[in-house]
């Protein structure tokens, strides 16, 4: 093999190796504790993303940006095609939301709004909680993957699979792609831009 191929192959192999050791083996649902003690620290946080939702003949496509206070949400939802747009305020005491072909809606809960205004049906209750990477207090069943990471959570009628995580700056180890099914529907995110805040800073 010439020098420089040899050179090449190595760097590959180098860059393969690093990518396969960034992530910590650590201990089953330690990053989940990580992750709780975080949350509690930093209550005030935001994310941005792409939403995708099939009904299994159909699909579609929304960009997202998600704020929290505590216990108090606002999700901007916008489609990627068409230029619909709509906001979504919610807590455990109800929610709020209003934008395109909707006017202005109430509900005891964000889910039937969401599905109201976009068609599709998409947990966004419990996605408050899996998009950080934390069981929802419906009573989640977690499943963690062999190197202590969330692999898997249940709460019927919706599964979800987390199939990849990042490591934001200097923060705990966080979600960056999963899916959500409950047949026929599911609902593919993609999470960026993760940011969070001490409120009492």
Not at 31 to 59: K, N, P, T
Not at 74 to 93: D, I, M
Not at 178 to 193: E, F, G, H, I, K
Request: charge should be negative.
């Amino acid at each position: 093999m010439q020098s420089g191929a040899r050179f090449l192959l190595l760097v590959a192999l180098a860059i393969a190796v690093g990518a396969c050791a960034v992530r910590e083996q650590r201990p089953e649902g330690a990053w989940l504790e990580e992750r709780e003690a975080w949350f509690e620290m930093y209550s005030v946080w935001e994310v941005s993303g792409r939403i995708a939702v099939s009904d299994g003949e159909r699909g579609g496509q929304l960009s997202f940006d998600w704020s929290a206070q505590g216990e108090q949400h606002e999700v901007r939802l916008r489609t990627l095609a068409g230029g619909k747009q709509w906001r979504l305020l919610f807590n455990p005491h109800g929610a709020l939301l209003e934008g395109s072909d909707v006017g202005l809606l109430r509900g005891p809960d964000p889910d039937s709004l969401v599905a109201e205004a976009v068609g599709w049906p998409i947990p966004v209750s419990r996605l408050a909680w899996w998009l950080r990477g934390l069981g929802s207090p419906a009573g989640d069943r977690v499943v963690f993957a062999a190197d202590g990471t969330m692999a898997n959570i249940a709460e019927p009628p919706w599964t979800l699979e987390y199939q990849r995580f990042t490591q934001p700056g200097e923060g705990p180890l966080m979600p960056a792609r999963m899916q959500a099914d409950s047949p026929p529907y599911q609902v593919r995110l993609v999470m960026r831009n993760w940011r969070w805040s001490d409120p009492g800073a």
